[in-house]
């Protein structure tokens, strides 16, 4: 099983800014570039106002390469599709707390076909809303920008919430590692781990629209290294 605190911080770079038409070397040069994971962001039209990809780009990520997969549901009712994205190849399936009834139980179906479960929260979901679950998930993902884009600014306050979540899942002594996902970049990685974030998720930043998607994730390992 992927044991993600043998690798912090750690680099989970999203596709969603990729260029679809040449996906197998697009994951190429994210394993070129030093990549830990692949994030993989699937959003459904509903919790999220746009449509992303789903089950066939997964299934195409897991052939084009070994990367952990790294799947981020933006989807209501993520119940209903977990055991099928974890067939697909998922080594990671995070789910929002936002839209799932009953996280315990969605968490459980995660670990029982053996995937590790995350669970997400959006800018103004507290801290608290995930307490409860926290000694039973593998990550917590903080999103610092509102779901459902790519190449968004990330919201300043959202760091402190990544303090503050540190500070809880120091105090109870759980291995839960934090993601944070929207509007990461080499000027803002350091204050980002400084914050306590364990894995860090970068969209627009990897893939520049001119420029080498190989270069930037070395930039931004770079900064990475700096905090
Ligand atoms: C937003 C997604 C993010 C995002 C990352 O809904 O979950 O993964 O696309 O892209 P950047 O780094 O451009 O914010
Ligand atoms: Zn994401």
Redesign the pocket.
Known sequence: MLDLRARRPALSP?I??ADFSHLAQVFRQLELGGADYV?L?VMDGRF?PTISFGLPVVEAARRATSLPLDV?L?VVEPERHVSDFIAAGAAIVTVHAEACLHLYRTVQQIHAIGALAGVALNPATPVTAVEEILPFVDLVLV?T?E??????ALIPATLRKVERLRRLIDEMGLPAVIEV????KPSNVAAVIEAGADVV?????VFPPNGSTVDALQALRHAMRRS
Request: proline share 4%; aromatic share 4%; net charge negative.
């Open positions: 999203s969603l800014n994030h962001d999220v981020h933006m999103m920008v779901p459902g884009y790519g190449g968004q996902d929207g509007g990461v998720v970068a969209g627009s930043a």
